[in-house]
């Protein structure tokens, strides 16, 4: 058995905890890529809790994890309900909603930057001038990415088309697992769509949910991966979360 799992467990030993170790060491050291790297105590804690920018920018992913987990971990949910409850064509909705989880990451993010494209050119800018025909609608054309109170907020929304897919998929899997003999049971003694989705449908999701929620928590506190691409954590400092700024000051100003 040993040898079975022996690829395994180096493959999770090298390229985990290896990892994780030799950051722990450089936690108190100060670093060099070249020469010597002496180990410095608790001086760097003692230096970043006395960064204000450490802390601006900790206050950002907290923000940035809260929009997420209020828009893009509950709208497959909500999709998940929308779609168990279509009488005909589940299958080719399933199949649009789950198409952009098989493109690239990469591919969809720098697809969303051109669309945020602040001049009157842009697809989200040439939208607002469409509307503005309309009489008694007037909508400013906006900068996007380059508005510090709308670029969180845009680099959010492609998570949200990206991902959705495959939660949603997770999700309609488990209402399946109901047995329709409770719905029938439930129309019989005159529940309404609200009683069966509170007491039935919620309740048989809430485990995964909870499940998904603990994981997707910890997955948004650690991803940076739009925010790199889109904004570089700007305008400003409005999208600069910690990740980012972990990636700025290790690889730009190389204080790993």
């Known amino acids: 058995p040993w040898i079975m799992m022996a690829p395994a467990l180096l493959l999770i030993g090298l390229w985990s905890y290896y990892p994780l170790v030799r950051g722990m060491v450089m936690a108190f050291q100060d670093y060099h890529i070249v020469g010597d790297s002496k180990f410095t105590g608790l001086d760097n804690f003692i230096t970043l809790a006395l960064d204000s920018s450490f802390w601006i920018s900790l206050g950002r992913t907290c923000q940035f994890v809260f929009l997420n987990m209020l828009l893009a971990f509950t709208a497959p ?81 492609p998570t949200i088309w990206a991902s959705m897919g495959i939660s949603n998929l997770i999700y309609l899997a488990a209402l399946k697992g109901v047995p329709e003999e409770i719905y029938e049971a439930a129309d019989i003694d005159g529940a309404g769509v609200w009683t069966k989705l509170t007491k039935i449908t919620i309740p048989t999701l809430m485990p995964l949910i909870i499940i998904n929620f603990v994981g997707a928590s910890i997955g948004t ?6 925010i790199f691409l889109l904004t570089f954590g700007g305008p400003g400092d409005s999208t600069m979360v910690v990740g980012m700024k972990i990636w700025i000051e290790a690889y730009n100003n190389l204080r790993f």
């Not at 506190?221 to 739009?226: A, E, L, T, V, W």
């Open 221 to 226: 506190f650690q991803h940076m991966g739009n």
């Open 77 to 157: 949910i909500l999709l998940a309900l929308l779609l168990s409850e279509i009488p005909k064509g589940k299958y080719f909705y399933r199949t649009i909603f789950f198409l952009p989880h098989v493109t690239s990451g990469l591919v969809i993010t720098l697809m969303w930057k051109l669309m945020y494209d602040p001049t009157p050119e842009g697809f989200f800018n040439q939208i607002i001038g469409y509307l503005n025909c309309i009489p008694f609608v007037h909508i400013d054309a906006q900068t996007w990415l380059q508005d510090p109170k709308l670029a969180m907020l845009c680099c959010i929304i």
